[in-house]
């Protein structure tokens, strides 16, 4: 390791809706840490005015100087200029070179990670995945994302590209997804597809009904896990659809990784209870020719600190590979 | 490398019917190569005798001594202990013990490695894969088998096992697999699956009742390629079907990995032709999350040699790591 445990890092978080900025030292000890909407419709300079104010912040309340910054953003990103590419959730935000705007104002090497990798790099370093020699991490939420973390380090494709394991095939009768397949595991199990399979059977559930005051528009995910544990039979039916999708799921992503661990993040693993029997019915029935019962299925557990975490854990392994 | 270019190793490919025996350099240059029918079914002691015969009559044509030996074996193993537990491919193999009789017998280190994973490390090194950080092979006859290497060594799972992306979803609505799932790429589209899938139209086409004389137990996979390319519509449908099927399998490995390279083999793919179209475009639509078109679809380069290559691949980096 070519810095101490008392250096520090900058780890920042930049989402959709927030950024999040911490300093936190080499051995992993979380200093200082401060949070602010982004706003992301006023625009990539407002936006990058306020993360840089935020960094300006986390430092001024330290003695100490910094080693290096790592950010950990939602994509898409083109890694190699440092340039932020987003028009989904940073409406704007596109050819955005944050590396270069932080590197200049402090002077510092920076990291930039994609949000989902740097995540798992948090979960790997000092989470649920601490002592996984091959880490995956499954978030479902809005989306469906995946990350993966071998030996320590984040697992990229060619071009260094971020697999996008939300988009393995689970049912080519499915619905269409913008990734170009019918049937993915984000076309099945996201959030906003689970309320639209809810849709279907809206006028038959009482339970649905009565909880959106007959207002199928106030449809989501988490009413449906809901009526599902409210003991609703239509909503029970659409749960264990959807966790044996997931099932199913994890079992791909097992065929082809074997990992000694899957995280679970996101919102819809909220209601993990009500589908861990599905889930693991699905596995097990899977667990002849690979080890399915060796792959360890827990949670992540730095919850919303995982990203800056792994966010200054990539500005580490960056001053380490000799980017300093 | 803690070996010289001149330096020799023994790479050995030991299938259900054939065991192959080869001298190869620290280069890669071929010195010497044998090959004998393994006759599995007369037992592992038997068999053991034939392979122990065939290595010194390997090294007797050779002045030079040997550095280490690599066995590529039909699987399933035990790497840990160094055995063959095959009650499939090699009936009656059972706790065989392969590494200590080589390496009793030789008095030089042995690696023993999965032959699907042995092929794939040979066309890393000296074939189809020979400049690609991360490269995925997939090979499809009798059954439907994955490898991938990582940094030219050969990726593997919790508990070091072999992934096994023949086993990925395809289709939930597919035929049993003894696997555990329904719908995996290997019960739709390795051979004995597409003979399966044309014995539903049999009675209707034409081409397949006058090439097997009316014998329907005679119809096999390359006869249905022969037919769709002798213009049987059936044919032709089902070729379409199971390229569909391929190039859909195909991307959930590129999801997962986002390989440099997916190297194909095995006899299906004698008929690639036939189903390039269909694969390609297959691709094509999924080029928008992953850059899908920047993974090269290739064929292996080394045909035969690929398994006794890699065998002595992993012979070398068993030395290479200290294991001598």
């Not at 693991?280 to 029935?285: A, Y």
């Amino acid at each position: 390791m070519k810095f101490d445990d008392e250096d520090v890092f900058i780890g920042i978080d930049l989402g959709g809706t927030n950024v999040r900025v911490a300093a936190i030292t080499g051995q992993g000890k979380l200093i200082n840490n401060l949070e602010t909407l982004i706003k992301a419709n006023e625009g990539p300079t407002e936006g990058l005015k306020k993360i840089l104010t935020l960094i300006s912040q986390v430092i001024d309340q330290m003695q100490q100087p910094i080693r290096a910054i790592g950010v950990g953003s939602t994509g898409p990103l083109d890694r190699e200029r440092g340039c932020i590419q987003n028009p989904y959730t940073l409406p704007g935000w596109e050819d955005v070179d944050i590396v270069s705007a932080i590197g200049l104002q402090f002077g510092v090497p920076v990291a930039l990670e994609n949000d989902a990798d740097a995540a798992a790099l948090g979960e790997s370093w000092l989470g649920g995945g601490k002592n996984s020699k091959r880490l995956a991490m499954v978030t479902i939420g809005t989306g469906v994302g995946t990350a993966f973390i071998f030996d320590g380090k984040i697992y990229r494709g060619v071009l260094e590209s971020h697999p996008e394991g939300g988009h393995i095939l689970i049912d080519p009768n499915g619905p269409a997804c913008y990734c170009g397949a019918n049937g993915c595991l984000e076309s099945l199990v996201s959030g906003p597809s689970i309320a639209l399979q809810a849709n279907a059977f809206y006028n038959d559930s009482r339970f649905l009904i009565k909880n959106t005051n007959g207002n199928p528009n106030l449809l989501d995910a988490a009413l449906v896990f809901q009526g599902a544990k409210n003991g609703d039979l239509y909503c029970r039916q659409l749960v264990d659809r959807i966790a044996n999708y997931i099932g199913l799921g994890l079992v791909t992503i097992m065929m082809l990784y074997i990992p000694d661990c899957i995280l679970l993040s996101g919102g819809v693993f909220r209601s993990y209870s009500l589908m861990k029997g599905t889930i693991e019915n699905v596995i097990n029935r899977h667990n002849v020719i690979i080890p399915a019962d060796q792959v360890r299925i827990d949670f992540a557990k730095l919850s919303q600190q995982s990203g800056v975490f792994g966010a200054a854990r990539a500005a580490q392994l960056l001053v380490n590979s000799g980017g300093l």
